[in-house]
């Protein structure tokens, strides 16, 4: 990949980027714990392959004092020991989201969920899967580089 840009969407469609920022600035990470949340932005990140968010939520994380291996360990989450069965949750629910088209979250998946989160918690995860995949698409297809420090 090139560390160019290939467009800087945010200047050409600023209405379009300052409303997809009031988003993600209105998710409420309080309901849901921001260490939670981040996972979930660090995993779906991963995914989609966008190193520009992959680098920032990972950061994130360690501002937060989390174990640089426990940061580590998202992609591997499901044989990673430091995971609660919360988070397990939220992850397992981020990976089945992100996957649609190609996959549908099963009534049964939805009931493991409803073990770990309430409606409103269920319903505020969904913003966060949805407003970390608008990032990811736009960030990989426009080629939005990490920014290097120094």
């Known amino acids: 990949?090139?560390?160019?840009?290939?467009?800087?969407?945010?200047?050409?469609?600023?209405?379009?980027?300052?409303?997809?920022?009031?988003?993600?600035?209105?998710?409420?990470?309080?309901?849901?714990?921001?260490?939670?949340?981040?996972?979930?932005?660090?995993?779906?990140?991963?995914?989609?392959?966008?190193a520009y968010c992959i680098d920032m939520h990972w950061r994130d994380l360690i501002k937060m004092e989390v174990e640089p291996r426990h940061a580590n360990a998202v992609a591997g989450w499901r044989e990673a020991p430091f995971f609660t069965e919360r988070e397990r949750a939220a992850l397992h629910w981020a990976e089945l989201v992100t996957g649609i088209p190609r996959t549908d979250p099963s009534d049964a998946e939805f009931a493991q969920l409803q073990q770990h989160f309430s409606d409103e918690e269920i319903a505020e995860l969904g913003f966060v899967i949805v407003t970390i995949n608008a990032w990811n698409l736009l960030n990989v297809s426009l080629r939005n580089p990490i920014q290097l420090e120094g």
């Open 1 to 50: 990949m090139s560390a160019k840009a290939r467009i800087a969407y945010y200047q050409l469609a600023p209405k379009g980027f300052q409303n997809l920022l009031a988003l993600s600035n209105g998710l409420r990470t309080e309901l849901l714990g921001k260490r939670l949340v981040d996972l979930v932005l660090l995993r779906v990140s991963q995914i989609n392959g966008c």
